[in-house]
């Protein structure tokens, strides 16, 4: 059940266009007025973008690609959200022509990241937007660290396979952090890929919320600002589809 009018106004705009921006003060406030600690760890968890493995599946050969996963379910309340074991992430070739169609093994996100305060605060937003929009006794969650690096004059691809759909039925996309970069424009748009609106996640927990059976989406690739400066993008990708009980 919605609560609050901070609540309501994504919902209805999600059911209105499919999808919508949140800006990081929005989601603060309503992350903040659930649980005042909600983001206690933040440091902590932006930190865990650090050391993250190379995604070697790039079937483009990109080695600008940095990542985690790990897989949740959740039943009809936010307090069901539970980890699962470990497993692959796989995406059919309909909805990754570029690198689905395998099973892939990415490191899980670290136990202390997915349990902390800010990632059981993020996932218990998404729970009460998408259980509203859609209530469902059993979902499927997905979390997904990236980092996309930009240097040596080479742009990194937040979206290598282009404008798509993620295959499932919600998504979350929110920044963590932007740092050197420039561009990194996520555009949206209708199922025969016509744009519908463009923004930019500049601020931490700017967030785009999908409704991924209506929506396509893509980002425009980063490039580096200052030659001599690290230069990348981090962010969260959560994503929840439904199962049949
Ligand atoms: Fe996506």
Redesign the pocket.
């Known amino acids: 059940m919605v609560k609050n009018r901070l609540l309501d106004n994504l919902v209805h705009q999600v059911e209105a266009a499919g999808f919508c921006f949140a800006s990081g003060e929005y989601i603060h406030e309503w992350l903040q007025s659930q649980r005042p600690d909600a983001l206690a760890d933040w440091a902590q968890f932006a930190a865990s973008w650090n050391d993250m493995p190379l995604d070697r599946y790039m079937a483009d050969g990109g080695r600008y690609r940095r990542r985690r996963y790990a897989t949740l379910s959740a039943g009809e309340t936010p307090d069901s959200i539970r980890m699962e074991p470990h497993q692959p992430h796989y995406q059919s070739l309909e909805y990754n022509a570029l690198n689905g169609g395998v099973a892939r093994e990415f490191e899980p996100i670290l136990n202390e990241v997915v349990n902390g305060n800010t990632m059981t605060s993020i996932l218990r937003f998404c729970h009460q937007i998408f259980n509203h929009l859609q209530p469902c006794p059993r979902w499927h969650i997905e979390l997904h660290q990236f980092r996309i690096e930009a240097g040596n004059q080479l742009a990194g691809k937040p ?1 290598p396979e282009g404008v ?3 295959g499932v039925d919600f ?1 979350l ?1 929110m920044l963590v952090q932007r740092v050197n970069i420039a561009s990194g424009t996520t555009t949206m748009h209708d199922l025969a890929q016509r744009t519908l609106d463009s923004f930019t996640l500049t601020a931490p927990l700017d967030t785009a919320i999908v409704n991924d059976h209506r929506c396509m ?1 893509g980002v425009t690739p980063v490039e580096q600002i200052d030659p001599d400066q690290p230069a990348y993008r981090d962010v969260l ?1 959560a994503t929840f589809t439904r199962r049949q009980p």
Do not use: A, C
């Open positions: 979206t798509h759909r993620d998504v996309v989406h990708v």
